[in-house]
């Protein structure tokens, strides 16, 4: 199986791994998932309710991350942090933390993390759609049979609404997964990669050495690395909704 007749060992790439975009995707998949995840069931617990003034809009507001393209949400976040214009950098500035009231997307301490945070509002719309209608879907006996039984509105939620969301909260982790390990548009529109690859992703780092490098070997060797990755969440999905 080794001769050069089938597979050709010269030919493979012998330099390191694109350890940077796979660090930066793992530090994006940590704050990420668990932010959008909890912050979606949240919005979704808080808004489910229509006198809760202006819900709708609140909700169409979080929701608009999720319609426009991911171009456009590109170019919101580097509008976004950008420095004199941007209202992060000057919450910063009025708050009186001046190594912050900079354009987070120029510098490569702030640059990776200023696109985490701008990819929480344009996914976290998916996770409060899920739960809004798995909240939907619990009947309203559960409730007040809990409540006739003296639970607490703490307990209520752990034994009623927690236990029933377990289908719903499967897909989002997986989606949510899946969406940051294939996260490309918004890094290539938003900083490029940079500064000096401290945004750089692995969907990207496969794109730059296909296009611009023209490293075609490099590049099926990362994009088999992200098919790899993809399929453990897409496996965990499979075997979880088996068993739900």
Request: proline share 5%.
């Amino acid at each position: 199986m080794l001769s050069k007749d089938i597979i050709n060992l010269d030919r493979f790439p012998k330099d390191s791994p694109p350890w940077g975009a796979l660090i930066h995707n793992a530090v994006w998949i940590a704050i990420h998932l668990p932010t959008t995840v909890f912050l979606g069931l949240g919005l979704a617990i808080l808004l489910r309710k229509r006198e809760v003034f202006g819900s709708s809009i609140i909700k169409s507001i979080i929701f608009l991350g999720m319609v426009i393209p991911m171009i456009v949400g590109g170019l919101i976040i580097r509008f976004l942090f950008e420095r004199g214009a941007g209202i992060i950098p000057t919450i910063f500035g009025k708050l009186g933390i001046k190594s912050l009231e900079i354009t987070w997307t120029a510098y490569p301490q702030t640059a990776l993390f200023a696109v985490i945070l701008g990819s929480i509002w344009i996914w976290t719309g998916f996770s409060m759609l899920m739960y809004s209608a798995g909240l939907a879907s619990i009947p309203r006996d559960y409730y007040e049979a809990a409540l006739i039984d003296g639970a607490t509105k703490f307990q209520m939620f752990r034994y009623v609404t927690w236990p029933l969301l377990k289908p719903i909260t499967v897909v989002v982790v997986a989606m949510t997964l899946l969406w940051d390990l294939k996260i490309f548009d918004i890094v290539y529109v938003a900083t490029g990669g940079g500064p000096g690859g401290a945004s750089m992703v692995l969907a990207l780092q496969m794109w730059d050495y296909f296009a611009r490098a023209l490293n075609y070997n490099y590049a099926a060797v990362v994009a088999v690395l992200l098919t790899l990755l993809t399929i453990i969440p897409a496996t965990w999905l499979i075997k979880r909704r088996g068993s739900l």
